[in-house]
């Protein structure tokens, strides 16, 4: 695959599910979100040495998707979480919960619509996606392995980093920025496979377990400080105090695995900077490739 044709892809995922997002579609909330951030990741690629100002703003509105529709899907997951343990733990007395998030959903999304501007985000998206911004793609072709291996390193560095700063301890948002330097890893080693650089399937499958490891881990936590929340305006139920135990029994069995699977996400990392420095020896452009990554590093 092309990088011409990859980008294309990815455009065309967020574009065909934008319209059902704006809708408040769960699933295609979901779609968008993560089509998004796979454009993200390759867009810098695309930009190469000189990044032109088309591709500078389809990544930044990439990124205003991402955001954007990040609280209503948190909402969206919250509530399918506390479906699920309704049935298993078989709880009650969690109506009050069950509202206030479905409360909580309906002002985030009316906050998305706000920001979105409802149909015009998709015209926006057509007007940054036009053939105009794709033409010079491909005269990266030469170049691709190296960027790739530019951007690679950059995201593997800051995985790094992210694990070493969550260290031992439960720390909230210590956690999530892991699980976002996992994902962000994950999506650009998707591009060694989807470039058809090498194989690197097992990584992408130990990322991907890391990702919905901490991914569950940030879920439980939102949906736990709901419940806290309505705890400290009303005296809690048994109902809630069930839950609220179920959810932080989760949350220190999801902890533990993270913490048991740190070796083998430093497996990865190291397998990946073996992998970039093996693609940085496959560019035949005469002048060292750079590749705007460690700027962008905590950009959700």
Known sequence: MTLASL???????????????????????????????????????????????????????????????????????????????????HLRGIAAVRRAIAAERGRRRRAMLE??????????????????????????????????????????ARLEEAIEAAGSLYEVERLHEARIAVKKLRYSLELVQELRLGRVAPDLRRLKGAQNLLG??????????????????????????????????????????????????SGVIARVRQRGGELAGLETAGSPVMIGGPARAHSR
């Open 7 to 89: 980008v294309s892809r990815h455009i065309r995922a967020v574009r065909a599910s934008l319209p059902g997002a704006l809708r408040g579609d769960a699933g295609e909330v979901h779609k968008v979100r993560v089509s998004s951030r796979r454009l993200r990741e390759l867009l810098p690629v695309v930009a190469g040495r000189s990044p032109g100002r088309r591709v500078k703003k389809l990544r930044r509105f990439a990124r205003t998707l991402t955001r954007t529709l990040g609280p209503v899907r948190e909402m969206d997951v919250a509530i399918e979480q506390l479906a699920f343990l309704e049935a298993r733990e």
């Open 115 to 156: 920001r979105m501007g409802g149909g015009e985000a998709a015209r926006k998206l057509d007007r940054l996606a036009s053939s105009k911004m794709l033409g010079g793609v491909e005269d990266l072709r030469r170049d691709a392995p190296a960027l790739v291996a530019a951007w690679l390193l950059a995201r593997a």
């Open 216 to 265: 569950s881990l940030h879920d439980l936590e939102v949906l736990a400080g709901h419940a806290r929340s309505l705890d400290s305006k009303a005296p809690p139920g048994p109902g809630r105090r069930v839950l609220v135990g179920v959810l932080e029994e989760e949350l220190r069995h999801h902890h533990a695995r993270f913490l048991r699977g740190r070796d083998a996400l």
